[in-house]
């Protein structure tokens, strides 16, 4: 999935060498004072600190990850409650699950710009860009199934805590950067992008069977967590670090959701329906420390406690389709598609008043944005493109016979995800040339300002990401014991802006914006476990 990213800043790392590198080859320590500042964010989402953050579900369980997430119209123990709660009619006895995924990969550059332009006639060369996505483990799903009757007819129930939304996948970039100045040595930029935690759901859901045809299914969700991200930035010679930045974030965020599905009897072919129905999730108590990167090592250091508004997404109603098909007592087939409008998104939060000007009338570089807000609410397009996945699958049984069952499985998932690329609109593409318009009195370019200072990282969405997954597991079914692994490739391209750098200030945004493209591998190993009582 390619990930939409944030204006604030590539450009301030690059003029930072400029000024600075000349200090650091002398081994210089910085004694520059420290200002505090606090300031009235945006929300989150046009701040950027969630461009990483994917609420699409990730799925549940090594036997339906195995099969490229599809698995719809099976009967399965309660973890299927994410997917399809009508699935709990599989629920023959009291069973217990637990899952728990490890995230590793790697990457392959496609594009950087290797030579940028950082005006008054100097130029910063870049080399050996490299991206290194992070290693994680998680907890996937813990659940608990129950055989019922219902209503006088056979059910199940199940209960489940599971983690429904990462706040995203981490990485390490890596550069040498080198410039006109001081002799041209080399100089290392080294960023680490942290992000932490996620959505959790605690899910309770039922299924009933009407007749041998039809099974129907609900599932409540009571969604929570803690979204947390650490990014840091900095530039290096001989294992010194003579400039650094960087941002700690953290948000709370709930919801509220139902889930309704359906399976429906064919013989040998099964047909289900779901959809998880639309609700808003809410972001409070945002909260960000800013450690901007300074201009040199004699400039005065910069802390800004930054307090994000709360806001409200809505999130747009998924439907799934999907079905099943038994060849034989050994092969199963699966299919589904998901679709999920997020092009219908809206944030809602406090409505922010921008003002834009010049500190000095007559110095263009005195250039400003202040924000405030106002009593009344407003709501704008999230700016998130529609999603899709279709996910094919299939299992097939290597043993077969008495208690014991060794099941194999294969799966390709394509998807259009809720994360964007990043995209500079016409007009942006030159930020110092737009302020210098604006201070020869452009009143069109005051417009598109005081939109950057408004939406921020909103205005920088592009194309949804696409990726593509290749999987594989292994299941071994042992009378009242079940194991699955499952093994994914899953590959997408991400674009950014080359060199991150964050400063609330934006006298120091881009201004020679330039994008990388970076195609990732992320590799997840996923290991479910089963009781039966």
Same mark, same amino acid.
């Given at each position: 999935?390619?990930?939409?990213?944030?204006?604030?800043?590539?450009? =301030?790392?690059?003029?930072?060498?400029? =000024?600075?590198?000349?200090?650091?080859?002398?081994?210089?320590?910085?004694?520059?004072?420290?200002?505090?500042?606090?300031?009235?964010?945006?929300?989150?989402?046009?701040?950027?600190?969630? /461009?990483?953050?994917?609420?699409?579900?990730?799925?549940?369980?090594?036997?339906? /990850?195995?099969?490229?997430?599809?698995?719809?119209?099976?009967?399965?123990?309660?973890?299927?409650?994410?997917?399809?709660?009508?699935?709990?009619?599989?629920?023959?006895?009291?069973?217990?699950?637990?899952?728990?995924?490890?995230?590793? !990969?790697?990457?392959?550059?496609?594009?950087?710009?290797?030579?940028?332009?950082?005006?008054?006639?100097?130029?910063?060369?870049? %080399?050996? @860009? #490299?991206?290194?996505?992070?290693?994680?483990?998680?907890?996937?799903?813990?659940?608990?199934?129950?055989?019922?009757?219902?209503?006088?007819?056979?059910?199940?129930?199940?209960?489940? @805590?599971?983690?429904?939304?990462?706040? !995203?996948?981490?990485?390490?970039?890596?550069?040498?950067?080198?410039?006109?100045?001081?002799?041209?040595?080399?100089?290392?930029?080294? #960023?680490?992008?942290?992000?932490?935690?996620?959505?959790?759901?605690?899910?309770?859901?039922?299924?009933?069977?009407?007749?041998?045809?039809?099974?129907?299914?609900?599932?409540?969700?009571?969604?929570?967590?803690?979204?947390?991200?650490?990014?840091?930035?900095?530039?290096?010679?001989?294992?010194?670090?003579?400039?650094?930045?960087?941002?700690?974030?953290?948000?709370?965020?709930?919801?509220?959701?139902?889930?309704?599905?359906?399976?429906?009897?064919?013989?040998?072919?099964?047909?289900?329906?779901?959809?998880?129905?639309?609700?808003?999730?809410?972001?409070?108590?945002?909260?960000?420390?800013?450690?901007?990167?300074?201009?040199?090592?004699?400039?005065? %250091?910069?802390?800004?406690?930054?307090?994000?508004?709360?806001?409200?997404?809505?999130?747009?109603?998924?439907?799934?389709?999907?079905?099943?098909?038994?060849?034989?007592?050994?092969?199963?087939? =699966?299919?589904?598609?998901?679709?999920?409008?997020?092009?219908?998104?809206?944030?809602?939060?406090?409505?922010?008043?921008?003002?834009?000007?010049?500190?000095?009338?007559?110095?263009?570089?005195?250039?400003?944005?202040?924000?405030?807000?106002?009593?009344?609410?407003?709501?704008?397009?999230?700016?998130? !493109?529609?999603?899709?996945?279709?996910?094919?699958?299939?299992?097939?049984?290597?043993?077969? /016979?008495? #208690?014991?069952?060794?099941?194999?499985?294969?799966?390709?998932?394509?998807?259009?995800?809720?994360?964007?690329?990043?995209?500079?609109?016409?007009?942006?593409?030159?930020?110092?040339?737009?302020?210098?318009?604006?201070?020869?009195?452009?009143?069109?370019?005051?417009?598109?300002?005081?939109?950057?200072?408004?939406?921020?990282?909103?205005?920088?969405?592009?194309?949804?990401?696409?990726?593509?997954?290749?999987?594989?597991?292994?299941?071994?079914?042992?009378?009242?014991?079940?194991?699955?692994?499952?093994?994914?490739?899953? /590959?997408?391209?991400?674009?950014?802006?080359?060199?991150?750098?964050?400063?609330?200030?934006?006298?120091?945004?881009?201004?020679?914006?330039?994008?990388?493209?970076?195609?990732?591998?992320?590799?997840?190993?996923?290991?479910?476990?089963?009781?039966?009582?």
């Amino acid at each position: 999935m390619k990930s939409s990213a944030r204006i604030l800043v590539p450009f =301030v790392l690059a003029a930072s060498i400029l =000024v600075a590198a000349p200090c650091a080859f002398a081994q210089a320590v910085s004694t520059a004072p420290t200002d505090t500042l606090t300031l009235i964010g945006r929300s989150s989402w046009e701040a950027g600190f969630l /461009s990483t953050f994917n609420f699409d579900r990730v799925p549940v369980g090594a036997r339906m /990850s195995a099969m490229g997430g599809a698995g719809m119209a099976l009967a399965g123990g309660a973890e299927y409650m994410s997917l399809n709660p009508a699935a709990l009619i599989g629920v023959e006895r009291p069973q217990l699950e637990s899952s728990a995924l490890f995230y590793s !990969g790697g990457s392959t550059i496609q594009t950087f710009p290797e030579l940028l332009d950082i005006g008054q006639a100097q130029f910063l060369q870049s %080399k050996d @860009y #490299r991206v290194s996505p992070s290693t994680k483990l998680n907890y996937n799903n813990v659940s608990l199934g129950l055989p019922l009757v219902i209503l006088g007819g056979r059910g199940g129930l199940g209960l489940s @805590y599971r983690r429904e939304a990462r706040t !995203g996948e981490g990485s390490e970039d890596r550069a040498i950067l080198k410039g006109s100045f001081a002799a041209g040595q080399e100089v290392n930029y080294g #960023r680490e992008d942290k992000p932490e935690d996620g959505v959790d759901a605690i899910s309770v859901g039922a299924a009933r069977a009407f007749g041998n045809f039809l099974d129907l299914g609900f599932a409540l969700n009571w969604q929570s967590g803690t979204l947390r991200r650490n990014e840091s930035y900095g530039l290096s010679q001989f294992g010194f670090e003579f400039l650094s930045g960087g941002y700690t974030f953290s948000q709370d965020v709930s919801g509220f959701n139902v889930d309704l599905g359906g399976r429906a009897h064919l013989g040998r072919l099964n047909l289900a329906a779901a959809a998880q129905m639309s609700h808003d999730l809410n972001f409070k108590n945002g909260f960000a420390v800013v450690r901007p990167v300074p201009e040199d090592l004699t400039s005065t %250091k910069i802390l800004a406690f930054t307090h994000l508004l709360d806001n409200t997404l809505s999130i747009p109603t998924a439907i799934g389709l999907g079905s099943s098909l038994e060849l034989g007592r050994r092969l199963t087939l =699966v299919g589904d598609y998901w679709i999920r409008p997020w092009s219908k998104a809206d944030i809602t939060r406090q409505e922010i008043i921008p003002t834009v000007g010049f500190s000095n009338p007559e110095d263009s570089t005195s250039y400003f944005v202040s924000l405030a807000t106002a009593d009344r609410k407003e709501t704008f397009n999230a700016g998130l !493109g529609d999603a899709n996945s279709l996910r094919l699958g299939l299992e097939y049984a290597l043993h077969s /016979s008495g #208690r014991v069952r060794v099941p194999v499985r294969l799966g390709y998932r394509t998807e259009k995800v809720a994360l964007t690329n990043t995209m500079i609109p016409a007009g942006y593409s030159d930020y110092a040339g737009m302020i210098d318009r604006y201070f020869n009195g452009s009143a069109a370019t005051e417009d598109t300002l005081l939109e950057a200072a408004r939406y921020s990282n909103l205005i920088f969405r592009g194309d949804p990401v696409k990726s593509t997954a290749i999987t594989f597991g292994l299941g071994v079914d042992i009378d009242t014991f079940s194991a699955s692994l499952s093994v994914e490739r899953r /590959s997408y391209d991400v674009d950014n802006f080359y060199l991150y750098g964050f400063n609330p200030d934006p006298a120091f945004n881009a201004t020679f914006p330039s994008l990388t493209a970076v195609t990732r591998h992320i590799l997840t190993i996923g290991l479910t476990s089963r009781m039966r009582f």
